[in-house]
């Protein structure tokens, strides 16, 4: 609400605020806002607050506040008798929260507002106006969430709907109102092929995220490229039932969100369809169930052979939902229009009027569904679009683009001959329509995948050519400049059609591009080029549009001009400045690169500070009082000493200076280029104070990489889908270097086991594999994070099979080659022999390994004894890929550390191996194997058998490997392959196990398990998992309690804070008198016995779980204590305690009595109070006796 006054504090230099009160609204409407921002008035009432001080600053907002001012005032038309107060504009940088509307305060990322005439595309300003739109528009509808929270779709898309016709009111053109409509349609429909795109119906409290998750609300076009199921959905509503949806709006509006606080239901009254239409029994309801119907239907128009008409159907669906269609049919030569429904009672219909081959179905504004026409009715539209030449009277602009979209979708799913798709895109040659154009753009796209092959390695029709045929016609009219009217779609057209063109290498494209360059190289002035102001993996290709590949390689000459008083920095070690006399200007000059790709340009104009680490290391940060540098103090020494090991490791290659750029929400957090490194601020801090050990190695984690990434940023190779072999190698590097600097081996094995695990249960649901063909629009998915821990494993596997010797001359080979020329080399193309003997590998390649990247998931290896042999079988699991894959397998027999090497390959799926039988084979995985292993019931007992047997001393099973049988076994055990008592049994040995890698599994198996934690033992149907693991956790317990840990360091410290804390989870006994005892003896000498940051909760929680008579002394004296802190941060802690009566009896002692009047109007205390009374309400919500009290005091208790 606006401001109603202020008054200043006499004694401080604060300042209150006071607002109007509020119309009714839910709390999650409420928000508040504190800033030194600049205030930009657009209006009386409306106000833009930017970080824009400077004039320079303040003009790039130019266009946002000029689409603000005009798309507020025609809502406010729209919306007439609704009055909204005020509207602040609120513009942060790389704010996460970017859909964020609230009542009479707008949330906006800076970046989404920003328009430069100079420098941006004409079609940004269409995405700037499209991302500020719907957040106004839902001003209006912000307020109106209905009873439940699933019903939040209808008014996200009515906010991006009312918007969307906004923008184009506000531009003046209906076409872009059109765009909109096929964009929605088009990522709404294709999205709907393979995910479910219905909203959440009802979801619990955990969920209420959910809502707000992209791929379903992507849908209600919350940015430029986001598109709407529930869009189309309401544009579907308003074509067909117009006058009375005004009238319907204007009562949901009006009633609901300024009258009164109780809810309204928008589809409560049934409305009439306008028109004539035949649908018996209907009722605007049956609209909303468009929203619960599981994808889309597919609507087929046919003329009907025994009979002189058409038959009109739907594609069959089991739903139960009732739901309507209502169908506009139109004879195009004639101009003849028919009403009609199909429903969920009604299937098909026959209709009885003469049959004419120009019979189509009518799409208008919006149709949630695909429409399939027979042979006739095709070859009808065809001949109508292509014999028409660019005058199409009767075929809409929105029709005209779902038939190509249409006939496309339903080619690919073969139920339209490629011929016919073709004849039917034909008339796209005299089309100049940008939004006709749109769904053919896309096909492009999506086909793109395929250009880079050449003409023979397509098994079918040239679809280059055709393409190259289809954008004849178009690029000759942009060339002869026959546009009539010059618009942002014109251009816009005109950049996809030369794009595009130029992409199929059509000459007269290369011609016109080449003449363009001409012409700006001899008149740079008047014939300026824009350049892209970001260059990233895809921005890189507005840069150096021609030479964006990778393995194009040039050296750069570069001299950057800025302020004086700013640093400038590239890629080189800069070689001299020069002042310009007549400015405070000056030119940094830099040493000319190496030869690398333009994927590794970049340059820096910054004011930050640099913290020299050494003489060719700096580190840049916006850290100019010392406890700001001191955050980075660990940074340093971390980036120090795994540069060190780096250097020494490829000591033939010198990279002259690194600087590495510290960036507060830094979004590209994953950039390393040659010499220069950014990172996001946040994973560079260490505070020794505050953080826990483990912190320390995941700083470490997120460095190193980047580092060990300026050995391999420079050769990546001819093809952008080998970027996973670098970015895997970078970080297994990295990795190595870790361990080294840490000195601790044990960092490297939990580093393998964590890729592993993660990796593996991944690939059990996703595509872990790189993407291998990309398209123009796909670049940046190659960056991707998930997929890049599976080459990590195969390089592993590699350097095992080979040996580490061989494996890291082939590695510096490799990058020394990329350093000393221009010419790409293969990483796999020179065989390499397993190390050792290997027995059944014939033909083996280290080319094979390559081949491990594009094996689907991953195989199982079973390992079995022979019934009719002597022996074992080592089979793996079928796979119908063709793809060559070797298998090199490590046995190992446990009892008596006897080895055996052998493979499995493509060509042979199962072998059977002459030693004779013991029960203590193994399949040794060595340093790391991207398989699951799989035993028969001799083989599980066997090894089960020798863990519980040998208590902490297993020389035959190593530490990876013991992670690896917890971590299958589990997994075999979901799957129901592996018995659950075998688990249990397989598990035990981990009682007597105090490795926190070996752990790793387990402790991931507790957080997969925890789901059921809370539930009571009569609840959960099956053996009692809370006492098994329980259990499990006794023997670590005690020696952690008893002190018996022979050796301390950051994993026993991990292993510790693991173990206990899932056992005071589990509410083991001797856990909670654990930490009832620490919190005791902390506060009796707070100084002598401090509590560590990472041992905060576990102290201050568990130590209350115990809090019932005997020891309410320790809750008691606990609470006086730290209600005499200022800060009253541990006041919420009180809240561990599991006796009621302590918290009943003390719960307004904890409020009222405890805090002057002052101390209540104190931020500090309010925030205190909140935490307290959230605490209490998240712990005990589910107590009678707690929340009966909460409420009877709530007046008593809450703020005042």
Not at 562 to 571: D, F, G, I, M
Request: hydrophobic share 40%; with cysteine.
């Amino acid at each position: 609400m606006p401001t109603k006054s202020m008054t200043y504090e006499i004694h401080s230099d604060t300042l209150r605020t006071y607002f109007h009160i509020t119309p009714p609204m839910s709390n999650l409407q409420i928000a508040m806002v504190v800033t030194d921002y600049c205030k930009l008035g657009i209006n009386e009432n409306i106000t833009l607050w930017c970080n824009c001080y400077l004039l320079e600053q303040s003009m790039k907002f130019e266009f946002a506040q000029k689409i603000i001012y005009n798309i507020t005032l025609h809502l406010k038309s729209e919306f007439s008798r609704i009055n909204i107060p005020k509207m602040d504009h609120v513009v942060i940088p790389n704010f996460p929260q970017d859909g964020t509307s609230k009542w009479g305060l707008i949330f906006h990322t800076e970046a989404d507002l920003i328009y430069d005439e100079k420098l941006d595309p004409v079609m940004r300003k269409m995405e700037v106006a499209r991302l500020i739109a719907p957040k106004i528009a839902y001003q209006w509808f912000s307020n109106s969430l209905s009873s439940a929270w699933s019903n939040f779709w209808l008014l996200d898309a009515l906010a991006t709907m009312f918007g969307e016709e906004a923008v184009a009111k506000s531009f003046n053109n209906s076409e872009i109102l059109n765009l909109f409509i096929i964009q929605n349609q088009y990522e709404s429909l294709h999205l709907d092929s393979h995910f479910d795109m219905n909203p959440v119906e009802f979801p619990s409290l955990s969920e209420i995220n959910s809502l707000f998750s992209f791929p379903r609300y992507m849908k209600v076009g919350k940015n430029s490229i986001t598109t709407s199921k529930d869009n189309i959905t309401i544009h579907y509503i308003v074509y067909y039932m117009y006058a009375c949806l005004c009238v319907c709006l204007w009562g949901f509006v009006i009633s609901i969100r300024f009258s009164t606080i109780m809810s309204n239901n928008f589809w409560a009254k049934g409305e009439k369809l306008a028109g004539a239409y035949f649908c018996p029994n209907t009722s605007s309801y049956e609209f909303s169930n468009w929203m619960h119907y599981k994808h889309y239907p597919v609507i087929s128009w046919e003329r009907n052979t025994n009979y002189t008409g058409y038959v009109l159907s739907r594609s069959d669906n089991t739903s139960n939902i009732k739901w309507l269609v209502p169908i506009k049919l139109m004879e195009i030569s004639l101009n003849v229009y028919y009403k009609t429904c199909l429903a969920s009672h009604i299937n098909f219909i026959e209709m009885k009027f003469p049959q004419s081959d120009r019979w189509m179905v009518n799409l208008e504004q919006a149709g949630y569904y695909r429409v399939k026409y027979d042979l006739k009715g095709w070859h009808a539209i065809a001949n109508n679009l292509n014999s028409t030449a660019g005058k199409y009277e009767n075929i809409s602009v929105i029709n005209r683009a779902k038939i190509v979209d249409d006939a496309f979708h339903l080619m690919m799913e073969r139920q339209l001959d490629v011929s016919l798709f073709w004849n039917l895109t034909q008339f796209l040659s005299q089309e100049t329509n940008y939004v006709v154009w749109y769904p053919m753009i896309k096909v492009f796209e999506y086909m793109s995948t395929i250009f880079p092959i050449s003409k023979d390695g397509i098994k079918f029709i040239d679809i280059k050519a055709k393409f190259r045929e289809l954008l004849d016609k178009p690029l000759m009219a942009i060339r002869l400049q026959k546009h009539v009217m010059e618009n942002d779609f014109t251009e816009s057209f005109e950049q996809e059609i030369l794009k595009w063109s130029c992409t199929f290498k059509h000459i007269h494209c290369a011609n016109k591009a080449k003449m363009a360059l001409e012409y700006h190289l001899q008149n740079p002035e008047i014939e300026p080029l824009l350049l892209a102001s970001h260059i990233q993996a895809n921005g890189i290709r507005q840069l150096f549009p021609c030479w964006d590949e990778p393995h194009f390689k040039a050296t750069f000459n570069i001299s950057i001009t800025h302020p004086r008083y700013y640093s400038a920095l590239s890629n080189m070690p800069s070689k001299f400045m020069i002042n310009d006399r007549h400015s405070d200007l000056v030119r940094t000059y830099f040493h000319i690169t190496p030869p690398m790709s333009t994927l590794q340009v970049a340059i820096i104009v910054t004011d930050y500070r640099q913290l020299k680490i050494n003489d060719n290391i700096t580190l840049w940060c916006n850290c100019y009082l010392l406890e700001q540098s001191m955050k980075f103090e660990f940074a340093q020494k971390i980036i120090y000493n795994i540069t060190l090991h780096l250097k020494s490791e490829f000591s033939r290659i010198n990279i002259p200076k690194m600087d590495h750029v510290a960036i507060p929400n830094f979004l590209q957090d994953g950039t390393s280029k040659w010499g220069l490194i950014f990172h996001t601020e946040a994973d560079l801090i260490y505070d020794e104070k505050l953080d826990s050990v483990m912190r320390k190695m995941e700083v470490a984690r997120l460095i190193a990489p980047k580092i060990a990434y300026q050995w391999f940023s420079n050769s990546l190779s001819s093809d952008w889908s080998n970027f996973w072999l670098h970015d895997a190698l970078a970080t297994m590097f990295g990795e190595e270097a870790i361990a080294k600097s840490f000195n601790n081996s044990e960092i490297l094995n939990l580093f393998i086991i964590r890729n592993q695990y993660e990796s593996l249960h991944l690939d059990s649901h996703f595509n872990m594999n790189p993407v291998e063909i990309i398209s123009l629009s796909e670049i940046n998915s190659i960056f991707s994070f998930p997929r890049y821990m599976k080459g990590i494993i195969v390089l592993r596997m590699f350097q095992s099979a080979i040996s580490d010797k061989v494996f890291r001359i082939k590695i510096r080979r490799y990058v020394s080659r990329q350093f000393s020329t221009i010419i790409s080399y293969n990483f796999w193309i020179k065989t390499e022999k397993l190390a050792g003997k290997y027995k059944f590998c014939p033909h083996a390649s280290s080319y094979e390994f390559a081949n491990w990247i594009h094996y689907k998931h991953y195989p199982v290896i079973s390992w079995e004894r022979d019934t009719d042999y002597t022996g074992f079988v080592l089979s793996r699991s079928y796979s119908t890929s063709n793809i060559t894959l070797l298998m090199p397998i490590k046995l190992k027999e446990i009892s008596l550390n006897k080895n055996y090497k052998t493979c499995l390959g493509s060509h042979f799926n199962s072998i059977i191996i002459t030693f004779p039988q013991s029960d203590c084979w193994i399949v040794n995985f060595g340093q790391a194997g991207y398989y699951r292993v799989k035993y028969d019931l001799k083989g599980w007992h066997a090894i089960a058998n020798y863990l519980n047997s040998t208590p902490r001393k297993y020389k035959s099973i190593s530490v990876i490997n013991r992670a690896k049988i917890v971590d299958d076994a589990f997994h075999l055990m979901m799957e129901r392959q592996l018995d659950v008592s075998l688990f249990w049994n397989l598990t035990q040995f981990l009682s007597q196990e105090t490795n926190y890698v070996v752990w790793y599994p387990m402790i991931k198996v507790f957080e997969y398990m925890s789901t059921i934690f809370p539930f009571p033992e009569d609840e959960v149907k099956f053996i009692d998992i809370k006492a098994k693991f329980r259990e499990l956790l006794d023997k670590p317990l005690m020696a952690i309690l008893l002190k018996e840990h022979l050796m301390e360091n950051d994993f026993t410290e991990s292993f510790k804070q693991e173990i206990l804390k899932w056992s005071c989870t589990l509410k083991h006994n001797q856990c909670a008198v654990k930490a009832r005892n620490t919190l005791g003896h902390h506060l009796q000498n707070p100084e002598i016995e401090p509590v560590p940051s990472e041992w905060k909760h576990w102290t201050y929680c568990r130590g209350f779980i115990l809090c019932y008579y005997a020891y309410y002394s320790t809750w008691f004296s606990a609470r006086n204590t730290w209600l005499r802190k200022l800060d009253h941060d541990l006041l919420p802690f009180l809240a561990c305690c599991e006796t009621d009566w302590i918290i009943t009896d003390h719960l307004t002692n904890l409020f009222v009595n405890r805090f002057t009047q002052n101390e209540r109007e104190d931020v500090a205390v309010i925030r205190s109070y909140l935490n307290i009374f959230h605490s209490i309400v998240s712990k005990h919500a589910n107590t009678y006796n707690v929340l009966q009290n909460i409420l009877y005091n709530l007046e008593d208790i809450k703020p005042k």
